[in-house]
């Protein structure tokens, strides 16, 4: 068994940020291994998307064809994938870790008789698996012992897409046996958690508001900041759970994951719900009071201090820059 396989997600006709990260992460895993990594697209038309592919440093892309593969079903894309896995035998296959990937995995990875590390956060030397528990409040890490093709999924901003290699790779095509009656759910819509106006896990710069900011009143100080800025306005749970900002807004555990070169957490005291959302951040800049905040653990620089004192001081400041050129 040979190679790392990375499964590319598509969403509107483009491969979405986080199949780039998991490129990234096959990345990693092919050097670690000295093995090739490829990457695979499903659908009846891939061309586009298989030429997407093929800038970044693969060793071959495959494009998944078949009609039936038109639309999304769990039973096309695990039937397709299950005839490709059992020729090619791969030794690792990574997915990104999205709602149709949680669909279909588990059960191509049950026919071939193994099991999915699903939502993996870190991959280190042997190779090993880091993935969180229990909400981020314990981790685990998870080796593959067996013989077969381990399966595993990444965590939306646990590996920096800009980490990924790019060289032109070459383009071949695998045409999957699939007949009709093979597939026992009707195509729908692809899954969307919330009809969003802001895509924050695509933001570079992030400006995020915790309940330090007392009021609603109050948010306008932390939003000139992020104007000035140019970043993006983000909060945590108790912010969008009063209402203050829409809950498209909510970087955590149960809002959105967040890899930005920037966060700049401002009155936020850093429990865990929130940090499993933005600790995949490049730099994490906090501003808090309180000098014993879980916030400071993980910030790479951090100011103790009044938000109300320290926000504005900030704005002012950027200001000042922008102003003399």
Same mark, same amino acid.
């Given at each position: ?11 509107d ?17 092919? *050097?670690?291994?000295g093995?090739?990594?490829? !990457?695979?697209? $499903?659908?009846?038309n891939?061309? +586009?998307? %298989? =030429?997407?592919? @093929?800038?970044?440093?693969l ?30 035998e791969?030794?690792?296959v990574?997915?990104?870790?999205t709602y149709?990937?949680?669909?279909? *995995? ?6 071939? !008789?193994?099991? $999915?590390?699903?939502?993996?956060? +870190?991959? %280190? =030397?042997?190779? @090993? ?42 383009i ?10 093979q ?20 933001a ?24 000035v ?26 809002g ?5 070169k ?33 916030i ?17 001081a ?12």
């Open positions: 068994m040979s190679g790392v396989w990375v499964i590319l997600e598509a969403r006709s483009r491969i979405g940020r986080i199949s780039w990260e998991a490129v990234a992460a096959g990345q990693q895993l092919s *050097a670690m291994l093995q090739p990594v490829y !990457g695979v697209v $499903l659908g009846a891939t061309e +586009s998307l %298989a =030429a997407e592919a @093929a800038t970044r440093s060793g071959r892309v495959l494009r998944v064809e078949h009609p039936l593969l038109e639309n999304y079903t769990s039973d096309g894309y695990t039937h397709a994938l299950e005839q490709l896995f059992r020729v090619e791969p030794a690792y990574v997915f990104p870790h149709q990937v949680r669909d279909f *995995a588990p059960a191509l990875a049950a026919r071939l !008789g193994q099991t $999915l590390i699903g939502d993996v956060t +870190s991959i %280190a =030397a042997g190779p @090993a698996f880091t993935r969180q528990l229990m909400q981020g409040r314990l981790t685990g890490t998870y080796r593959h012992n067996g013989s077969g093709t381990c399966f595993l999924s990444v965590q939306s901003g646990a590996i920096r897409a800009d980490a990924m290699e790019s060289e032109a790779a070459s071949e095509t695998f045409v999957p046996t699939l007949e009709a009656t597939i026992r759910t009707r195509p729908s819509a692809p899954f969307r958690a919330s009809a969003q106006t802001v895509d924050l896990g695509s570079s710069l992030i400006v995020s508001v915790g309940r330090g900011i007392k009021g609603a009143e109050n948010l306008p100080l932390v939003q000139e900041l992020a104007t800025l140019g970043a993006e306005l983000a909060a945590s749970r108790p912010i969008c759970d009063n209402g203050w900002l829409p809950m498209e807004r909510q970087v955590g555990s149960s959105q994951t967040v890899a930005p920037v966060y700049i957490a401002v009155g936020i005291s850093g429990a865990i719900q929130h940090l499993v959302g933005m600790k995949g951040s490049q730099c994490i800049v906090a501003i808090n009071k309180d000098p014993e905040a879980p400071f653990e993980v910030a790479d620089y951090g100011i103790v201090g009044d938000l109300f004192d320290v926000v504005p900030l704005a002012a400041a950027v200001k000042a820059s922008k102003q003399q050129g």
